[in-house]
């Protein structure tokens, strides 16, 4: 049996909200990651339509696994600054509304000096959110961009007021020329939930999402990883780019479970 809870991003799926729950269950997904900005927007559930969506689902035998809130800009560029730690602490409400622990998001390119005006504010936004966290019961898991685990884990480590995890993508190392296992050796202590993507460094120096298994990702050795740190959160099956991402994520879903029955 697999040992790990597999989902998919609902919109690698590209239908309506009601038919992703059954196109996930055809996959074989156990849960299902959702976008709160352009899928599932807090204004367009009431608190019955919320209980209605989680009835569905529960019928259906699947969960959500987590939120995703997409950003535009770094939280820590002060435009609009304000509107987007808001956006985050709504997505969190809603989070716990719908009894999700985790929303995932960007906070942009960490700043290389940790002196500058730009790396303290956003330290304080991180603090703040985390604060917001414990009240709320929901935590934030930060995406990386292109990152070092390095600078990733002094970031967090700055984090002082509650709980800010990281959402490990392997793929965002490989495509970035650094080592996604070792990435995740550093990190492990901090990584709540895996979003499943594969990629390599193209020739031109430019990082290429790939198909699952194919890229530079060594899977096997990651979910190994996983079972060892005693990892028990989500595998979130995810697909950015290609023509066929409903095939793409069914079929890496298989991998995943091919490969799992191996560990």
């Known amino acids: 049996m697999m040992p790990f809870r597999l989902a998919v991003a609902s919109h690698c799926l590209s239908q309506p909200v009601r038919k992703i729950i059954r196109a996930a269950v055809e996959i074989g997904a156990q849960g299902i990651q959702f976008d709160v900005r352009n899928e599932l927007r807090p204004s367009d559930l009431s608190e019955s339509g919320r209980r209605q969506l989680l009835h569905e689902m529960e019928v ?9 809130l997409p950003t535009r800009r770094s939280f820590y560029d002060l435009e609009q600054l304000d ?29 290389a000096d940790k002196e500058s005006n730009d790396y303290k504010v956003l330290v304080d936004v991180l603090n703040d959110i985390a604060r ?16 070092s685990a390095a600078d990733m884990k002094s970031l967090i480590d700055e984090i002082k007021e509650g ?3 990281i959402n490990f993508d392997p ?23 895996i979003t499943a993507r594969d990629g ?25 990883l996983l079972g060892e740190a005693d990892y028990h959160g989500w595998i979130n099956v995810d697909r950015t780019s290609g ?21």
């Open 243 to 263: 023509e066929d991402k409903p095939g793409d994520v069914a079929r890496a879903i298989q991998y995943l479970k091919n490969v799992g029955l191996e560990q």
């Open 83 to 111: 509107d987007r730690v808001t956006a985050v602490k709504r997505a969190m409400e809603f989070a716990y509304q719908l009894r999700v622990p985790h929303v995932i998001s960007r906070v942009g390119a960490i700043p």
């Open 163 to 165: 709980l800010v995890g």
């Open 132 to 147: 917001h966290g414990n009240r709320v019961g929901a935590t934030l898991l930060i995406t990386p961009t292109r990152d």
């Open 60 to 68: 259906e035998g699947v969960t959500i696994a987590s939120l995703q």
């Open 171 to 193: 793929a965002i190392f490989a495509m970035n020329s650094r080592n996604s296992i070792e990435a995740f050796r550093l990190l492990h202590k901090h990584v709540l939930h």
């Open 200 to 224: 390599l460094r193209d020739i031109d120096g430019s990082g290429q999402e790939t198909v699952l298994g194919r890229g530079e990702v060594d899977w096997i050795e990651l979910l190994a």
